[in-house]
Structure formats: structure tokens, C-alpha cells
């Protein structure tokens, strides 16, 4: 009697463990679909708007991009593995061909400026060059003048281009103190050459060619396992066809199905236990029948009695007429047949005590 009662609380703490894992794997699974899904969007929408050659068309293309993405992952739901295949391919291509050019673009991007090679500095140093020379030149024409009023409008010239080639002088030797410290080398590494549609499309061709075969490899085994996570994720509890599932068999072979007269006893609980548990499969949730703890909340919100002895039996009778599998996926999708193959395996030992059907309270659950 006592290891009875200790073999229950094992079954109990083993069940209530098995319910926590199924939830969890749930959660994990729900939380890699949603985390997959805003990158493949994200990537897919920043290639969209490179494509989009105005505001008006980067609304249409960005709707593409919403569409191939999600149209994706519901192609595989509804067995459509060519049209998921399709959609698939194309995200792969957006986003391995996005990371491809924005690499190639940042290692192209950090240069090095020197005083030789800076353009905006050898602008400054020939404009300080210019100045200095029409000064100089101004300045001769000072010293070569007679008149008074020719020298005044010279000093009046002269000043002006003193002050112009002041400023150019200070301007370039500004632009020369920017060169020596490295500032701009860090301005030159941030800046990103402009990525065009022309550049998305020709994105893996253009690494192949300049060898950059371990970058797409990374890439491509990277956004090919986020097209597999999203699928995997989505699908979880999607049956697998061509997989014939493990059926139950009973282990004792003293066992007979119960005769019409226990069969019209039990339709009522079968009946029940089938129509709460397929609630998960008719709503379009999942394909696996209502766990058990959802099941006995259920059924005590309804206020109708249902043990787990009677759930054990009838959740065995349903693997045994291949209805349910162990792991709760639905095999028999029309409730009425699961019904009747449920009550042709319900069994019971050879020798037979008379039920007592007066006292089996039938289940009010509907």
C-alpha cells in the first residue's frame, strides 16, 4: 500500500514536470520564431529601401518585403514546401547579398589620409598659394605708384587680400593639425560608400570573384539556419507526413474490448474527453490534443467531474486505435471516427466484474 501511494506522488511530480517542460518549449519556441522573424523583416526591409528608387515606391517595395517573409513561414504551415521554398530563397538572397556588400563596403571604407593624399588639403595649401601671390603682387604695384590716390585705392586692395590669404593660411594649417592627429582617419573608417540596387544584385557574384569565399560561407550558413529556425519554430507541433508515429500496445495480453453495453457507458466520457481535447486543433492553434493540465483546468471551470484513471484509459485507448500519438499529435482528425476507434480499444480484463452503471455519473460538460 505504501509503495503505492509512493509510486503516485512519483507519477504526479513526474507529470506536473512534463507539463512545465511542454510550456517551456513552447516559450522557447515561440520566442526563436518572433526573434527570427524581425530580423529576416529587418534585413529584407533595408534592401527593399535601397531598391526603392523614391519614398512612394519604397512603400510598395517594403510591403514585398512583409509579404515574401511572412507568406514564407505560412506556405510551410499549410504544406506548401514549392511556394515556401520560393519565398525562402529569395530572403536568403536579400539578406546573405545585404551583408556581403556592406562588409565589402567597411573594408574598402578604412583608409588612411595622409597630407599627400587629402584632397581638401591640397585645395587649402593652393588657395593659401594664390593669395600670397596677388598679395605680393598688390604689394608691387604699392611700391611702383605715384599718384596718391592710386595708393590709397592699392592699401585699400591690399588689406583685403591680406585678410583673404590669412584665412587660407589658417585653414590650411588646420586641415594639416587634422591630418597628423588621426581624426580623420576615423571619419574616413565611418563613412560608408552609397549601396546600390545594382550592387544588392550583383553581391555574390562580385565575392566569388574577389575570393571572399570565407565571409559567404559564414553568411550563408547563418541565414540558411534562420530559415530553418523559423520554419522549425513555427512547426513544432506540425506532424511530419510520411512518419508514421509509435502507437501504444497494450502490455497485458489478458485484455478484450469492452462489450456494447460497457461501450454506451463510456461514449459519454470519450465523447468529452475528444471534444476538449481537439479544441487546441479545431481553433487552428496546434495539431496535438490539450495537454493535461489544460484539460483538468478546463474541465474544472465546467464544474464536471473527470479523474485521471479515466483520462489514463482513455488517452491509452486512443494510442492504442492509433488516434493520438504518445507525444499528443493528432492523428485522427475527425472527431466522430476518433470517437468510435477510442471505444473499440478501450479494454478490460478477461474476467469481467458487473459495472455498476447506475453510479457512473455521467459527464454534463456541453
Known amino acids: 500500500m505504501e509503495g503505492g501511494r509512493r509510486f503516485g506522488k512519483i507519477r504526479k511530480r513526474g507529470l506536473i514536470l512534463n507539463t512545465k517542460f511542454h510550456w517551456l518549449n513552447i516559450l522557447l519556441d515561440t520566442v526563436a520564431l518572433i526573434i527570427a522573424l524581425i530580423v529576416d523583416l529587418i534585413l529584407n ?55 556581403l556588400i556592406a562588409t565589402d563596403v567597411q573594408s574598402k571604407s578604412a583608409t588612411v589620409v595622409t597630407v599627400d593624399s587629402d584632397q581638401e588639403f591640397s585645395y ?16 608691387a604695384q604699392y611700391s611702383a605708384a605715384v599718384r596718391r590716390e592710386t595708393m590709397d585705392e592699392l592699401d585699400a586692395q591690399i588689406k583685403q587680400a591680406q585678410r ?93 474490448p469492452l462489450s456494447p453495453e460497457e461501450q454506451a457507458t463510456w461514449r459519454p466520457w470519450v465523447e468529452s474527453w475528444v471534444s476538449v481535447s481537439w479544441i487546441d486543433k479545431r481553433s487552428g492553434w496546434s495539431s496535438k490534443i490539450l495537454d493535461r493540465e489544460a484539460f483538468r483546468q478546463y474541465i474544472e471551470k465546467k464544474g464536471a467531474p473527470f479523474s485521471d484513471h479515466r483520462y489514463a484509459i482513455i488517452r491509452s485507448a486512443a494510442q492504442l486505435g492509433e488516434v493520438v500519438a504518445p507525444n499528443g499529435e493528432i492523428i485522427e482528425p475527425d472527431e466522430t471516427k476518433a470517437i468510435e476507434k477510442i471505444l473499440g480499444n478501450l479494454l478490460t480484463k478477461i474476467v469481467r466484474k458487473p459495472l455498476k452503471v447506475e453510479t457512473m455519473k455521467q459527464p454534463e460538460l456541453f
Open 45 to 99: 526591409i533595408i534592401c527593399m529601401l535601397i531598391l526603392a528608387p523614391g519614398p512612394l515606391e519604397a512603400v510598395g517595395f517594403v510591403a514585398i518585403s512583409f509579404v515574401v517573409v511572412l507568406f514564407s513561414i505560412r506556405s510551410w504551415l499549410k504544406g506548401n514546401k514549392l511556394l515556401w521554398a520560393m519565398f525562402a530563397l529569395v530572403c536568403f538572397f536579400f539578406d546573405l547579398s545585404f551583408t
Open 124 to 139: 587649402l595649401t593652393k588657395r593659401a598659394a594664390a593669395s600670397a601671390a596677388a598679395l605680393a603682387d598688390l604689394r
Open 164 to 256: 583673404v590669404a590669412d584665412d587660407a593660411d589658417a585653414a590650411r594649417t588646420a586641415r594639416r593639425a587634422q591630418i597628423e592627429s588621426g581624426a580623420l582617419n576615423a571619419a574616413a573608417t565611418r563613412q560608408r560608400a552609397t549601396i546600390t540596387a545594382t550592387m544588392i544584385f550583383e553581391a555574390i557574384p562580385v565575392a566569388c570573384a574577389a575570393g571572399r569565399f570565407v565571409p559567404l560561407a559564414v553568411f550563408a550558413l547563418i541565414f540558411a539556419g534562420l530559415q530553418v529556425v523559423m520554419v522549425t519554430a513555427a512547426s513544432s507541433g506540425i506532424k511530419k507526413k510520411g512518419r508514421k508515429p509509435y502507437v501504444y500496445r497494450a502490455r497485458d495480453p489478458k485484455r478484450i
